[in-house]
């Protein structure tokens, strides 16, 4: 039982390129998220999904798109970086059965654009 | 939305000492939860507390939804509670968790 993946987990992007974050979960969870952790402002969400075929937006999700591909996999896509998007990216889930409304993180994604 | 307001912001504590970490939030939750930080980045889910107390080991929660606030305890701390504590609340009808800003602790030996 792995919880939680992210790859990658350390990424460097010049402006204007584009890269996709993968999340995968093995806790049969329905809801899945993406957040985005800077200095000093705490976790935001980005994007999250409450079940498979949904997607809706967060606090903070210009520049982003994301995708539900199923019940495990959750991505987060960014079409053209900008060095804003410079972040620590975290990927959770959380199940609203078993061990109900408890959420779990991935390890994070370091991005730096430049 | 929703607001979440941790206090104090920073704490620094010789090993071995308690302490209280506060969450206070501006309207009815459905859920809330505490979690920690480790120096390294990576965030552990501490307590499901959306009212009521919970004990595990040294740590211990609690919430008192009517007066919209919950308390993080930390007994006997050592060097490995250092981190960042946020706490996190999803409002009714909303699906999604907010979190605070979050509160830095520093243990030291």
């Known amino acids: 039982n792995a919880g939680v993946t992210q790859t990658p987990k350390f990424q460097v992007l010049k402006t204007g390129q584009s890269m996709t974050l993968q999340c995968a979960q093995d806790?049969?969870?329905?809801?899945m998220y993406w957040y985005r952790q800077d200095p000093g402002m705490g976790l935001r969400l980005i994007y999250y999904s409450a079940s498979e075929g949904t997607t809706d937006k967060g606090e903070v999700p210009n520049g982003y798109n994301v995708s539900r591909l199923n019940k495990r996999e959750f991505s987060l896509r960014l079409e053209s970086a900008a060095p804003s998007q410079t972040s620590v990216y975290f990927c959770a889930s959380m199940g609203k059965l078993s061990s109900w409304g408890e959420q779990y993180f991935g390890p994070g994604t370091r991005l730096t654009v430049t | 939305g929703i607001q979440v307001e941790q206090s104090p912001p920073d704490l620094i504590l010789q090993e071995g000492a308690n302490s209280t970490l506060r969450c206070n939030f501006s309207?009815?939750?459905?859920?809330l939860q505490w979690f920690h930080q480790n120096p390294w980045g990576q965030l552990i889910n501490l307590f499901y507390i959306p009212s009521g107390t919970k004990q595990n080991g040294r740590l211990s929660a609690t919430t008192v939804a009517t007066e919209r606030y919950s308390l993080l305890y930390i007994s006997s701390s050592q060097t490995t509670d250092s981190g960042v504590y946020f706490c996190a609340v999803e409002g009714r009808g909303s699906e999604k968790l907010v979190f605070g800003k979050g509160m830095k602790l520093t243990v030291n030996p």
């Open positions: 309207d009815s939750v459905n859920n």
């Open positions: 806790m049969n969870h329905n809801s």
